[in-house]
């Protein structure tokens, strides 16, 4: 992205998903893979390389969607550049021979409080995914496997103050997280280690 004074692009660090307090020059990519004017995903990369990104229906945005993606930033004499890579097990689409997805792009001038479209956007019409521009010709193209595994093991060391006997204790399990279909996601615990679960606070 052109800038003739790349000394001033803002790049302050700041922590993922936490995009409207960051200082910083930003790139957002916005992704509707229904193309309905009202769903679409967002992935956000600032200057300095932070990644924002979450999920939006219609005018109800929900940062705490994380995606798995990557990015790359470079900063140049005349220019800042971002790398995006997004795999297809990121978004939701449907199985359907040709699609017409929804796109659009936004880049924010930090210094000057300035936000730029891609495709037009009006003022005067509520909301922005209503106005994407669209990709023609996704062909052939086919869900991947949405399953993810994620084991885990703990230990435990206790003493019973009675007679002052050490004791240990293993635990192992796993949560499971599968992509049923578009519109569904099944969420599984084998033996949860209800070890980790806070208590109420006593009254």
């Known amino acids: 992205m ?16 936490e995009f409207t307090h960051m200082n910083s020059d930003l790139f957002t990519v916005l992704i509707s893979t229904f193309n309905d004017g009202v769903n679409a995903v967002e992935f956000m990369v600032s200057a300095s390389g932070v990644q924002s990104d979450g999920k939006h229906n219609g005018n109800h945005g929900d940062p705490n969607w994380d995606g798995v993606w990557q990015s790359e930033v470079n900063i140049t004499d005349n220019a800042w550049i971002v790398e995006m890579r997004i795999p297809y097990s990121a978004l939701r689409f449907s199985k359907e021979e040709s699609q017409t997805w929804g796109i659009h792009f ?51 060391l206790e003493n019973d103050g009675d ?13 499971l997280k599968w992509g049923i279909s578009q519109s569904f996601t099944l969420d599984m615990i084998l033996i949860p280690d209800f070890g980790q679960v806070q208590s109420d606070d006593e009254i």
Do not use: H
């Open 163 to 175: 007679d002052n006997s050490w004791g240990n204790d293993f635990n192992a399990g796993m949560d």
């Open 106 to 156: 936004f880049r924010q001038i930090r210094r000057y409080r300035e936000w730029s479209t891609w495709n037009f956007a009006d003022n005067n019409v509520q909301g922005f995914i209503n106005q994407m521009g669209e990709i023609n010709g996704i062909n052939d193209i086919e869900p991947p496997l949405r399953l993810s595994v994620t084991p885990y093991v703990s230990a435990y």
């Open 2 to 17: 052109y800038d003739n004074n790349p000394d001033s692009i803002i790049k302050d660090l700041g922590v993922r998903d």
